[in-house]
Structure formats: C-alpha cells, structure tokens
C-alpha cells in the first residue's frame, strides 16, 4: 500500500561550475562539501541525469521518477500527468554567478522535441542578491536578421547588439526559449524553468577550464533556435505588496507568483489540478498540514503534491517564497 503523500522535500544536488561562486553556502547557507565552489543547486529535478531523492519522511530514498509512477496524477494533477507522463515538468534551481556565465539559448519545445527529443527550455530568474553593479544579459538591443547577427558575431562585435540590464534583488526575468542571455558575475538568483538540461553556448569569453581547454561552442546549432526580435522590456513589472501572493510570471510552463509575507497565512489550493513548489528566499515558515508541522527555511524548496489542498503557514519572522505550479 502507498504511503500518503505529504509536503516533500529532496536532497540538494550540487554544481560546480567554471564561473561558480561561494554564496550558495555564504548566502543561503547550504553545505557544498569539498567542491570548489557551487555555481548551481538542483532543488528538484526530473531530468533523467540528476533526478530528485526524497529527503524525510515515509518516503525517504524514493526518486522523483518513481514517485510518479506510484501516484501519477495524485502527485502532479491530472492535466499535467495526462501531458507530461512519468517526467516531472519543472526543474528548480538556485545559481551563483561569480563571473558571467557564457552567452547562451535554449530551443523551443519543437527544436529540442527533433533534435534531441527533449522539451525545451523556457525559464525564469527571481534575483535573490546582488552584488552593487550586477548587471544580466536578457534579448537584443535591435530587430536584427540570422545575415546581421553572424556578422556580429563573426567580426566579434555580438557584444554590441545584446542587451544588458541591471539586475537587483527583487529584479524578475522571463526568457521564452530563443532568448539569447548569459547571468553576469555577482548575482544569486532562483530559477525555475522546463525540465530540460540542453544550453547551445554562443560565446564563453575564450575562457579556458582547469586543463587549459575552451569550452565548446554551439556557433550553428544556435541559429535556429535564437528569436532575433526585438522586444523592448525584458524586465517583468510588479508591484511588490507584503503579505499578499503577487502574480510574476504566467505561461504554458509554469505560473509564479512570490509572497512576502511578515505573518502567518492559508493557502488553498483545490482549485488547481497542478502540484505547488514553494522556493524559500528568506526567512523561515512552517508548513501545518494534516496534524504533522513541516519547516522551511531560506535556500529550501518544498513540493506540495495535487491531494495537498490546504495548508497553514506559521513564522516569527517573516518569510519570502515563490510559488509554482502548471496552469
């Protein structure tokens, strides 16, 4: 017999990256261990090389992977079980970018779907800290053509025509698949984006790893993937409001909204068919549900599945989330 499901956390899977940094563990005070530094946490993944493990409770141990094939949509909603089957639709992610992170895009879901069978890769970033200055490549700066960005690119003029932002705590980005962008050095930021792992890397600054090599480049798989238009705001407007849930981002992929909040709160959650993710960005709450307490502090992510419908939260101090689902 299954247990029943309850608000779940995984085990952290950590990154280290060439341009990774130390305030994963500085910051949001998560153990890496003996890495060098940590450019990315994987706070709950389906995808097939890194899945999530559960972390407490009756179901310790258990993959995210099986976990679906046990509940279906019990876990997920029936709307997302019905498209997505046995791959858990998100990936969460915290990334610290101690240098810029290289130029890059991610395809559609009908490029990656026929190149590499794959959804593609639409996300979001939420900046958690900056540092003074912090800037982030999101788009172009000009309409351009495939014929005007290969001759930027070639005569080693990209930089001229892309569009740098600054970025500071409380900043949000969408990036549709197609959107040329790079994470710029001295920001920590959430993201939360479509389970996929495929990055085609148009420029890396001719850096050079450990072993003295460059990374590899995607020079012609990205052609077809990049949106050459220009849009004008990259950056998302809101409103801030404490103490009430604010809408960020609504799409095909996922709805995020955050919530300040310097008190206790419900949450109701039966009028959707979709799981709940809560990424923790500061301070701490606990999770009332069902006669058990559930804590959750910053750097922590928590999956709610589709039969959780209501929930208390409880804090002293205050606390701020994002919360996902599939509309």
């Not at 559960?54 to 498209?83: F, M, R, T």
């Not at 990936?91 to 069978?117: M, W």
Request: aromatic share 12%; net charge negative; charged share 25%.
């Amino acid at each position: 017999m299954s247990a029943t499901l309850y608000p779940l956390k995984f085990k952290t899977i950590y990154k280290d990256k060439i341009w990774g940094g130390q305030k994963i563990k500085t910051y949001l005070h998560k153990d890496f261990g003996d890495l060098p530094n940590c450019g990315e946490t994987w706070e709950i993944s389906g995808v097939k090389s890194d899945v999530s493990i559960v972390e407490g409770g009756a179901l310790n141990g258990e993959s995210l992977a099986d976990l679906l094939v046990q509940y279906g949509a019990d876990l997920v909603g029936e709307k997302v079980y019905k498209h997505f089957g046995n791959i858990f639709p998100l990936l969460v992610k915290f990334i610290d970018a101690n240098e810029d992170l290289s130029i890059q895009v991610h395809p559609n879901d009908e490029l990656a779907k026929k190149r590499h069978n794959s959804f593609g890769k639409t996300e979001m970033w939420y900046i958690i800290e900056s540092d003074p200055g912090s800037t982030l490549i999101a788009g172009f700066n000009k309409e351009l053509n495939q014929e005007e960005y290969l001759e930027k690119f070639n005569s080693g003029h990209l930089m001229d025509v892309l569009n740098r932002e600054t970025a500071d705590e409380g900043d949000v980005f969408f990036l549709p698949a197609g959107r040329v962008h790079t994470i710029g050095a001295g920001l920590l930021l959430a993201e939360i984006q479509q389970t996929s792992d495929i990055t085609y890397r148009i420029y890396d600054f001719d850096r050079v790893d450990a072993s003295g090599h460059k990374r590899e480049l995607h020079t012609e798989e990205a052609l077809a993937a990049i949106d050459y238009h220009y849009y004008g705001d990259y950056k998302t407007k809101y409103t801030p409001e404490k103490d009430e849930t604010v809408q960020l981002v609504s799409c095909p992929y996922f709805t995020t909204s955050v919530l300040d909040a310097t008190e206790g709160t419900s949450k109701d959650y039966s009028n959707l068919d979709s799981f709940v993710i809560h990424v923790c960005l500061a301070g701490a709450y606990t999770i009332n549900y069902n006669g058990e307490t559930y804590p959750v502090k910053m750097g922590e992510c928590i999956l709610l599945p589709k039969t959780i419908d209501k929930i208390e939260l409880e804090t002293e101090g205050g606390f701020k989330i994002l919360e996902s689902f599939i509309a």
